[in-house]
């Protein structure tokens, strides 16, 4: 798999980001268009009509994106950069994410606690292992993701797994394949960067 958990023979357009100039899948990117008032508006679905304009998916590159003049530039047009830009696209980020997982769940493409996990993982049905960020790392140490890149997923907190499935907390979870759990492990890469973690590689 590529970055973003895409497999690389898919159609991943590179798009260029604002802030590094470098081009790269469009999958480890964040989109931004420019509304009709000159705001800037984060387009986590990347449906929103107009111009796109990318951001690598790092608070490095965020913040430097909320300084004075870089969406202008890109732009090429005044724009209005909205406060705690970064913060802002995080969140929605891990609202994406959670909604996702929450989705997975209810398809029966994702389960948690830790024997249905481990069960998972031992039959080869888990494509992905999920783990709390803020888990026992003793306990989370026991099981093991499967093999290869974007596998492994450790930028949620227990709380933030709970939400996903409907739990208070939660310190283990598993995707099987399917839809929902490719676009579970891209968005978590994006996420997983944003934060300054390496969710997506095997731990």
């Keep these: 798999m590529a970055r973003g958990g895409r497999d690389k023979d898919r159609d991943d357009p590179e798009r260029r980001c604002i802030v590094t100039g ?57 724009v209005k950069v909205p406060d705690a830009l970064t913060e802002m696209v995080e969140t929605l980020m891990l609202r994406r994410v959670v909604d996702l997982i929450s989705l997975a769940r209810k398809a029966g493409e994702a389960v948690t606690g830790y024997e249905k996990v481990k069960e998972w993982l031992v039959k080869g049905q888990a494509v992905a292992l999920i783990q709390a960020s803020d888990g026992s790392e003793r306990g989370k140490s026991k099981l093991r993701p499967p093999e290869g890149k974007n596998r492994y997923i450790g930028c949620l907190t227990a709380q933030e797994m709970g939400l996903a499935f409907g739990r208070e907390h939660a310190i283990h979870g598993a995707l099987a394949a399917g839809g929902l759990s490719q676009r579970v492990v891209e968005e978590a890469a994006r996420l997983a960067g944003i ?9």
């Design 195 to 203: 934060r300054e973690q390496g969710g997506g590689e095997t731990a």
């Design 22 to 78: 470098e081009r790269q899948p469009q999958a480890g990117l964040i989109r931004f268009v420019v509304g009709p008032d000159g705001q800037v508006v984060p387009d986590i679905l990347g449906r929103l009509p107009g111009r796109g304009l990318y951001v690598a998916a790092s608070s490095a590159a965020l913040d430097k994106a909320s300084g004075k003049g870089v969406f202008a530039r890109a732009a090429r047009a005044p």
